[in-house]
């Protein structure tokens, strides 16, 4: 079964970088649509950025030209580099897999202003 944990959130200023990281077991990693979603308290979980197998990737608008995913196969490691971070940022975000559709247990990023 596969699992996924992700790492890397926490507290940052505006204008800031993190880095997230999601590290998955088993052995579909290298075919498997890598993405990060994030949940903001009341809103719904939205897509951030995902990878396919083949390094195509798509971003929503509201990250273009800050946010950079990418996947280290040999580690089934999928990267999610956020830099200019803004307060608009805040939420708990989440490591997914299809196939076949896992999530991890999501990490806290906060962006004070």
């Known amino acids: 079964q596969v699992q996924l944990v992700e790492s890397g959130g926490g507290l940052v200023q505006a204008g800031g970088s993190l880095r997230l990281s999601c590290a998955a077991s088993?052995?579909?990693?290298?075919?498997?649509?890598m993405g990060w979603y994030r949940q903001a308290p009341g809103k719904q979980r939205e897509l951030v950025a995902h990878?396919?197998?083949?390094?195509?990737?798509n971003y929503a608008d509201s990250v273009k030209g800050r946010f950079t995913i990418s996947r280290d196969n040999a580690k089934n490691t999928v990267y999610l580099q956020m830099n200019s971070l803004k307060p608009e940022d805040t939420a708990v975000y989440y490591c997914?897999?299809?196939?076949?559709?896992?999530w991890g247990q999501g990490t806290q990023v906060t962006v004070s202003s």
């Open positions: 088993g052995s579909i990693f290298s075919i498997s649509v």
């Open positions: 990878i396919t197998s083949g390094d195509a990737t």
């Open positions: 997914n897999l299809k196939p076949p559709n896992v």
